[in-house]
């Protein structure tokens, strides 16, 4: 507790040093540089008339997009079963090789801390540092339009979001019996298949149901760049400024997630 003395030797007390409330305004300074900058480099292209049209666009589109054309509603069941379908085998097609690079990546798991668990990791970080929106156009390109793409493209990157959360959730486990197991002279089988999978088995549940929860808003999207799904009747719908039929394309998304969002708490909660 920084405390200065006054004029007649009384102590004042205040609430932080002279050097630290220097630092703290010398930061705040070069955050607010940081901001205007930024803001500067953003706007630098911008064509304000456009900007200050923008509501009454708004509003316009809004106008063409009511009612919904619920005649549509029949032809978007097939790209929504493809949505669906995207989304579990994605899922399904990133576990086996999520579980793996997971078991390497955690340091009680992995047979080398040097050398496996950094390629374990990097693996890891590179699934998660692209978007699958970015390995959408990337397989498009290599496999063509269609569903196998955002099949492919949801598996890749999911496997860096299990594979984290599940070697973080193997680090937590308790090593009282995993010691106690390899006291009695267990293999390293055994005390994986018994001392360590009991332990990560509920987090390994509701990590794989949150993840394709989420997989269900990311194959909505894929279908934007030609990787199936109910992406490419939104984007033919935009392309033939179909307003109505793209309001009614985004209800049925919103329906999806919220379906999607109650069935992944309900099983979470059943597992947890």
Known sequence: MPVSRAIDGTPVWRRTTRRRALLGWVAWFLLVALVVAAWEEMTRDTIWAFVWDAPRQAADIGARMVPPRWSYLGELLRPLWDTLAIATLGTLLALPIAVPVAALAARNTTPSVALVRPVALLIIVASRSINSLIWALLLVTILGPGVLAGIVAIALRSVGFMGKLIYEAIEEIDPAPVEAMQATGASALQVMDYGIVPQVMPAFAGITVFRW???????????????????????????????????????????????????????????I
């Open 213 to 271: 929860d989420i997989n269900i808003r990311e194959s909505a999207v894929v279908g934007l760049v030609g990787a199936g799904g109910i992406g490419l009747s939104l984007e033919a719908s935009l392309n033939t400024l179909a307003w109505s039929q793209v309001s009614l394309i985004l209800l049925v998304v919103i329906a999806t997630v919220l379906v999607s969002e109650w069935v992944s708490a309900k099983v979470r909660h059943a597992i």
